[in-house]
């Protein structure tokens, strides 16, 4: 017993001491980030996800000044590559094929943040690189009032068969455009080694003179450029909460199947504000920084261990229409085809456009 008890207060202790250890740790990390006193990204505008919940957080709670440039995940790595020491850049967000891409091209540092245990094996680097914070399924958006009386599409299946425009973006240089290539193909029995069924069904369409060259944006959409366009949920969902009639919209899951993946920070190997970056991605995955995407309509990667207020709850699409969704099982193939993608789009299907 007297061993028992010896073994349960050492465990304890030490429990107690790594708590404490991660405690001052962060202090330091925050001490450290307050010091450098700015944050730089890439790829993280105001509007994407509500990253704006975050910088605002980030300023308030520490006092680190915030810049973002928008831009593609191809570009963000490049840009690390190319600037090396002179970066202006600390911390990207980039899509989930992207992370192990920015390991091997040796232009991120690693940081575990303190709820590292509670992200999923499959989400996430296990040397800390890189880690999902939020999920995404690839969703249509829909101007109803834009469809001169046909049925709002639901599947892929509709874009077949329908008179629809549909706006997919730049698949050479967009995380979104090529995992909605994915989904089509997942949904028409393709996987992450074959697009070929959705090159085919989008060669088709845009024979028709139904693919457009509009990137589906908040933009393009108030201008009434967009008919579908094929966007990650949270995107769709923060747009059309955006527009001035949102009940003209529609977002929903394609029925037939959809992939899920997600985002991911990377933190620049040559960071001048390496602390504020570390710091910026701890809070992301904290419960309020966990809480601010799902404001912006993301599904958070820590969703089964935080508790969301039910209005932000209810910003979410029902748990129904995830039902036929795929997450990307293959990474090494998925990495392999989607640098591919880009050259089999201009050959297979912009050629056919009218």
């Given at each position: 017993m007297?061993?028992l ?16 250890m991660?405690?001052?740790?962060l202090?330091?990390l ?10 730089n ?11 704006k ?8 709670n520490?006092g ?10 191809a570009q ?21 094929a992207?992370?192990p ?5 040796g232009?991120v ?11 999923p094996?499959?989400?996430?680097d ?16 829909v101007n ?9 599409p ?8 329908g008179k ?27 996987d ?7 090159l ?22 108030e ?20 527009m ?11 029925s037939d199947g ?14 001048k ?9 701890e809070?992301?995955f904290?419960d ?10 993301a ?20 748990n129904?229409?995830?039902k ?21 789009w201009?050959e ?7």
């Amino acid at each position: 017993m007297k061993q028992l008890f010896l073994a349960s207060l050492l465990g304890s202790t030490i429990a107690m001491c790594t708590a404490a250890m991660a405690a001052d740790d962060l202090k330091t990390l925050e001490a450290a980030a307050k010091a450098e006193g700015a944050v730089n990204s890439v790829g993280m505008p105001d509007d994407w996800a509500n990253w704006k919940g975050t910088w605002d957080d980030l300023a308030k709670n520490y006092g680190l000044k915030h810049i973002d440039t928008d831009m593609s995940s191809a570009q963000e790595i490049a840009k690390f590559a190319a600037e090396k020491d002179n970066a202006s850049a600390d911390i990207g967000d980039v899509g989930a094929a992207f992370g192990p891409i920015a390991v091997k091209q040796g232009v991120v540092q690693p940081y575990k943040p303190t709820t590292w245990e509670q992200v999923p094996d499959w989400a996430k680097d296990k040397d800390g690189n890189w880690a999902l914070a939020y999920t995404g399924t690839i969703a249509f958006i829909v101007n109803k009032k834009l469809l001169h009386g046909s049925d709002v599409p639901t599947k892929w299946a509709d874009l077949k068969s329908g008179k629809y425009k549909v706006s997919i973006g730049d698949v050479s240089t967009a995380a979104q455009a090529a995992n909605g290539v994915l989904a089509a193909a997942l949904a028409n029995g393709g996987d992450e080694k074959n697009l070929q069924p959705a090159l085919l069904m989008f060669a088709d369409i845009a024979k028709q003179g139904r693919l457009s060259m509009a990137n589906p944006t908040i933009a393009t959409m108030e201008k009434g450029e967009i008919e579908v366009g094929v966007v990650w949920d949270f995107n769709g969902l923060s747009y059309k909460a955006k527009m001035a009639n949102p009940d003209d919209y529609v977002v929903l899951i394609p029925s037939d199947g959809s992939v899920i993946s997600g985002y991911t920070t990377i933190i620049n190997k040559y960071a001048k504000n390496p602390n504020a970056a570390k710091l910026t991605r701890e809070y992301i995955f904290s419960d309020a920084g966990q809480i601010n995407l799902a404001k912006g309509n993301a599904r958070p990667i820590r969703a089964e261990h935080i508790t969301l207020p039910e209005d932000v709850k209810a910003k979410l699409l029902p748990n129904e229409q995830y039902k036929k969704v795929t997450p990307i099982k293959d990474a090494d193939a998925w990495e392999k085809t989607s640098k591919a993608l880009p050259q089999k789009w201009n050959e297979e299907v912009i050629v056919e456009m009218k």
